[in-house]
């Protein structure tokens, strides 16, 4: 602990998972995330785990919906066209209420789309992505050491909330080299897992699934994870302002974007304008709140995404039509220069519309 | 007094809500028996399909898990990875495991995986009303080819046991019916083969039963044990299947 190593994000994302307790990883290689079951297939072996490359991000979310059951502390890692084809088991994983973790390594899409790094999944993971009404607690960092961090602790949010967990980060974040500390995440009395499937002995045995025919036992099912959703969008937002006291124009930007629209933004300050940034790091629950006191005082918001559009639909709902929300973004694995960002911020202040 | 005859423990003492003369019951009821003779109930977990056993969970007397359709195979390497020592077997129908789930039986069994998979074959899509199924006979009237299966058309019928035989991870695979009290304690013998198999740690194992469905056959249940014998044991021999070649 304390001692500073440098990572690259992906085998951070890895590593960090191993020292959170995680014991199973399951994946399917794909391109900008292939360190981390590299990582794995070296490690797991060395701590006691399983490492196993899937035939199919299909099969390899369904060994994850497997090891869950067992009990086990339990990843995979993909980028977004291998986590649409795991929407199936992250939808039955919600419904039948399993923890594990999911990284999304996001890259440009749709289709085939590109392999470099994109924020245009938002809307998949945050809005479930799969069949049926759920929701995942979702992470942007935007830092290495914050994807490091953010991965350790969502092992403990999953048990906690007995749901899976998707750090979304991207091609960028994955393949940057940063230095990194191990932190510990804080100490929770996590329950014992008494629903696992791992062999009634000396009890009545325990059944996993996600199936209710019967629809009013259903809709219970669907108010009871309603509820546990409503205490993880009180209990887990979170969220970090820079400059946004008395900010004229606030950027709203998360992960890699929000350090470059930071950079962009202090430029904008050398040039005597007021601006300021508010980074959701939760992208689900969404900060709602947080933003609207954050943005009170300003003028403008300028929502910045590598994506045509999906984070700023939130931004949105937060501010209430009360204020112009302007959108810059780039797609397709381009990403905005701090340049680029600047000429916007200066042509919404100039026009002070 | 002696028990001659009674519930298996890994049984649960629970009506199911399987047609009259479908043999679900009687295969239920096998790896019940087996799982008893064994003594592993304790440590079994069972995998259930989406299909007409979507619900065996209820049915049987041990921890149960609800795969979605056809990754049966995938979520019980999930588990048997994480905890070894559990006995894990999945039950799938002919939709689940051959044409949804054709990817994820293949793998799992070339990897050897230590699971034992019970593949119920009754050549139709049972649950949702009679479709085609993998492993429609040429020929056979269902309610998406009502003309009869043109191969032409829709393929031919996946003899899966004979598929999978080729792979180097199995070291277990047999077809059998439970068309006649003979026939159920061949099944009996192949079904405890199958679990000794994975509890001896050497690698994948599977039994296919030819099973029924009078309902969706438009058969008496007695006509329909019969076609298992006459039609569908012409196309799916009954008979082990373990032939691997050692190669590498």
């Known amino acids: 602990m304390g001692e500073k190593v440098l990572m690259k994000g992906n085998e951070a994302v890895a590593e960090a998972a191993i020292r959170a307790g995680c014991r199973c990883f399951f994946g399917y290689p794909i391109t900008p995330q292939n360190e981390i079951p590299e990582y794995m297939s070296r490690r797991m072996p060395e701590v006691g785990g399983v490492f196993l490359q899937a035939e199919s991000e299909v099969a390899g979310s369904n060994m994850v919906y497997g090891a869950a059951c067992a009990g086990a502390r339990v990843m995979t890692t993909s980028s977004s066209p291998g986590i649409s084809l795991m929407q199936e088991a992250i939808s039955y994983m919600a419904g039948a209420e399993l923890p594990c973790v999911i990284v999304n390594i996001v890259r440009g899409g749709p289709g085939l789309g590109g392999i470099q790094g994109a924020q245009s999944d938002y809307f998949q993971a945050t809005r479930g992505g799969g069949h049926g009404d759920y929701r995942l607690l979702v992470f942007g960092p935007s830092t290495v050491q914050e994807l490091m961090d953010l991965t350790m602790e969502a092992f403990d949010l999953a048990d906690m909330y007995r749901n899976p967990v998707m750090i979304l980060g991207d091609a960028i974040l994955g393949q940057m080299m940063e230095p990194v500390e191990f932190r510990e995440p804080p100490k929770r009395d996590l329950p014992p897992k008494i629903w696992a499937t791992t062999g009634a002995a000396g009890r009545p045995k325990n059944i996993i699934s996600s199936l209710y025919l019967d629809p009013a036992k259903l809709e219970k099912h669907n108010l009871h994870l309603a509820e546990k959703y409503k205490r993880m969008a009180a209990e887990q937002v979170r969220y970090s302002t820079y400059k946004t006291e008395d900010a004229d124009i606030v950027l709203v930007a998360y992960g890699t974007t929000a350090r470059i629209a930071r950079a962009a933004l202090d430029k904008a300050i050398e040039r005597g304008l007021s601006a300021g940034l508010f980074r959701p790091i939760s992208l689900w629950p969404f900060p709602y709140e947080a933003l609207k006191a954050a943005t009170r005082r300003a003028a403008h918001v300028l929502v910045v995404e590598m994506s045509l559009g999906q984070m700023v639909e939130d931004v949105r709902l937060a501010l209430g039509g009360g204020k112009s929300v302007h959108f810059y973004g780039r797609t397709g694995g381009m990403s905005p220069a701090p340049r680029e960002i600047l000429d916007e911020i200066v042509k919404i202040v100039d026009k002070g519309a | ?248």
Not at chain 2, 51 to 65: P, T
Not at chain 2, 220 to 226: H, Y
């Open chain 2, 1 to 248: 007094m002696q028990r001659l005859f009674g519930r298996p423990e890994a049984l649960a003492d629970v009506p199911t809500h399987y047609c009259p003369g479908c043999t679900h019951g009687i295969i239920h009821r096998l790896i019940a028996e087996v799982i008893d003779e064994l003594g592993v109930r304790e440590r079994t977990v069972g995998i259930s399909p989406v299909g007409c056993a979507v619900l065996a969970y209820d049915y049987f007397n041990c921890d149960f898990v609800e795969a979605s359709h056809g990754r049966a195979p995938a979520v019980a390497t999930g588990i048997k990875r994480a905890s070894p020592g559990a006995v894990v077997f999945t039950y799938q129908g002919d939709g689940d495991l051959a044409s949804i789930g054709a990817g994820e039986i293949v793998h799992a069994a070339s990897r050897g995986e230590r699971i034992t998979v019970i593949f119920v074959n009754n050549a139709i899509y049972g649950m949702t009303g009679g479709q085609m199924a993998p492993t429609t006979l040429p020929g056979q009237k269902t309610t998406t080819c009502p003309r009869g299966r043109d191969t032409d058309v829709a393929g031919h019928p996946i003899r899966v046991c004979e598929l999978l035989s080729s792979l180097s991870g199995v070291a277990y695979i047999a077809r059998v019916s439970v068309t006649s009290p003979a026939n159920v304690v061949k099944a009996k013998r192949a079904l405890k083969r199958a679990f000794e198999t994975q509890l001896a740690d050497s690698g994948f194992s599977l039994v296919e039963f030819l099973s029924t469905c009078p309902t969706n056959w438009a058969m008496t249940p007695v006509e329909a044990l019969k076609w298992v014998d006459d039609k569908m044991a012409m196309y799916y021999p009954l008979g082990e299947y373990t032939h691997v070649p050692e190669v590498g």
